[in-house]
């Protein structure tokens, strides 16, 4: 059990070391918050999706952005797209499960929003059409995925690759960067 422990601990350490000294992926991380920012000082909105574990991080960090992440301030519009539960269960059985996102954005995704679809593996495929569509609307996609990026390697404008394919680390790199990101953008739009 212990062992158990201590590796987890450690792989953690070392993924996060290795993001920590990756410069591609710092500047990645500051062009995210610019991303973030312009879109809301330009009155847009924020959207996440993902499925399952990722689907739990979107809600999270939309939170985050939505109520306060250090400090009192106004809120800021962010939402994941799966919170709707009786729009996902009618449309994933009327059409398909892997329409639910894409379909909830052609009705609300407008030029300048911005979606973070979350995917370890980058290949979900209602993630991945979720992108589609916001591209097609004009809006600025952000993919966070594991070391292989999947299909939203291509689709998205920037694209945050975790260097791992153990997917509870990845999401727990996607959560201590998407803190990072909310903590950055509330500063900067609110600064104190």
């Given at each position: 059990?212990q062992?158990?422990?201590?590796?987890?601990?450690?792989?953690?350490?070392?993924?996060?070391?290795?993001?920590?000294?990756?410069?591609?992926?710092?500047?990645?991380?500051?062009?995210?918050?610019?991303a973030?920012?312009?879109?809301?000082?330009?009155?847009?909105?924020?959207?996440?999706?993902?499925?399952?574990?990722?689907?739990?991080?979107?809600?999270?960090?939309?939170?985050?952005?939505?109520?306060?992440?250090?400090?009192?301030?106004?809120?800021?519009?962010?939402?994941a797209?799966?919170?709707?539960?009786?729009?996902?269960?009618?449309?994933?059985?009327?059409?398909?499960?892997?329409?639910?996102?894409?379909?909830?954005?052609t009705?609300?995704?407008?030029?300048?929003?911005?979606?973070?679809?979350?995917?370890?593996?980058?290949?979900?495929?209602?993630?991945v059409?979720?992108?589609?569509?916001?591209?097609?609307?004009?809006?600025v996609?952000?993919?966070?995925?594991?070391?292989?990026?999947?299909?939203?390697?291509?689709?998205?404008?920037?694209?945050?690759?975790?260097p791992?394919?153990?997917?509870?680390?990845?999401?727990?790199?996607?959560?201590?960067?998407?803190?990072?990101?909310?903590?950055?953008?509330?500063?900067?739009?609110?600064?104190?």
């Amino acid at each position: 059990m212990q062992s158990t422990i201590r590796k987890n601990l450690q792989n953690a350490i070392d993924l996060k070391q290795q993001l920590l000294s990756d410069e591609f992926t710092v500047n990645l991380i500051v062009e995210m918050t610019e991303a973030i920012v312009r879109a809301y000082r330009n009155g847009r909105k924020v959207f996440f999706c993902g499925n399952g574990g990722s689907a739990a991080d979107a809600q999270h960090l939309a939170a985050e952005l939505s109520g306060r992440y250090y400090y009192d301030r106004p809120a800021l519009f962010a939402e994941a797209l799966h919170v709707n539960t009786s729009y996902i269960t009618a449309v994933a059985n009327d059409y398909s499960f892997d329409d639910v996102y894409a379909r909830w954005i052609t009705a609300i995704g407008q030029e300048g929003d911005v979606l973070i679809a979350m995917s370890t593996s980058g290949n979900s495929p209602n993630v991945v059409k979720a992108v589609a569509q916001a591209n097609e609307n004009g809006m600025v996609t952000i993919g966070f995925t594991g070391a292989d990026g999947g299909a939203l390697k291509e689709a998205c404008d920037l694209i945050l690759r975790v260097p791992s394919t153990d997917t509870p680390r990845i999401q727990e790199c996607h959560m201590h960067i998407g803190h990072t990101l909310c903590e950055i953008v509330e500063a900067t739009i609110f600064p104190r």
